[in-house]
């Protein structure tokens, strides 16, 4: 296996605009959301967008996480996790989304549960060209290959929405990416 299992490191911050201070909970609360929902496994590529949700998650002695060198890993790692009676969830960025396509056949006709939180790049105030054409893809990328995809805008609405597809993916063995708009997470300063 090419992902590090049990890495347990602080991973850096890009420097952003700080989000308004009613915001500034909610990836608190999306940790708590997916912690009561059995979490016991978490897959991510770093991205300054999940760097809290990655910094409890490897604080925490009960759950595994994995380090990615490629995010379609964490797509395996997340059915041999259900295989296993542990439940997952797997953190990308949008520009990662294309690196799975292929590999998200495996939950989707398997039907094995799958939850993806994916960070939102080439939106609301992208510096970065780059990021675009995958950010404008990257829903219909995903509903395309069979993936239910669900959006949030606001923190209070993310921890919702969060805590609502957890319950589908692994109540109801679907397969559920969780969009999290740009502007939520604030302008990125290089």
Known sequence: MTASSQVKHQEP?????????SETQWPDQVYDALKAAGISQMSYVPDAGHTTLIRRFSADPEVVTNVLTTEEEGIAIAAGSWLGGKRSVVLMQ????????NMLSLPVQARFPLLVLVTMRGEWAEF???????????????????????RAETGADL????????????????QIA???????LGKKKW
């Open 13 to 21: 911050a890009a420097s952003a605009v700080p989000p308004a201070a």
């Open 94 to 101: 949008s520009s990662g989304v294309g690196n799975c396509i």
């Open 178 to 184: 969780v969009l999290i708009g740009q502007r939520l």
């Open 128 to 150: 970065n060209p780059w990021q675009v054409p995958m950010g404008q893809a990257t829903e219909a990328s995903l509903k395309a290959i069979g993936l239910r995809v669900l």
């Open 159 to 174: 921890v919702d929405t969060v805590a609502q597809a957890a319950a589908m993916a692994f109540d109801a063995d679907q």
